[in-house]
């Protein structure tokens, strides 16, 4: 996954530019629950054509969005 809002990251934004971050993420930082989701979706019979495949959770970076 892309960077992801935790305890660690948000120190680091306070510490940083808050705006350079926000304009490299289109919809926010990837929240924990994104994360579960995804875990969630491929333990569910939903998933069960899918195999050998990486799933980008990313906020569309790797498209270029």
Do not use: H, Q, W
């Not at 350079?20 to 919809?27: G, I, L």
């Amino acid at each position: 996954p892309s960077m992801v809002k935790t305890d660690m990251i948000n120190n680091e934004i306070v510490n940083s530019n808050k705006d350079s971050v926000n304009s490299c993420y289109k919809y926010g930082l990837c929240e924990p629950i994104d994360i579960a989701n995804c875990c969630a979706f491929l333990l569910s019979n939903l998933s069960r054509y899918i195999n050998g495949t990486i799933i980008p959770i990313d906020n569309g970076i790797m498209c270029g969005l």
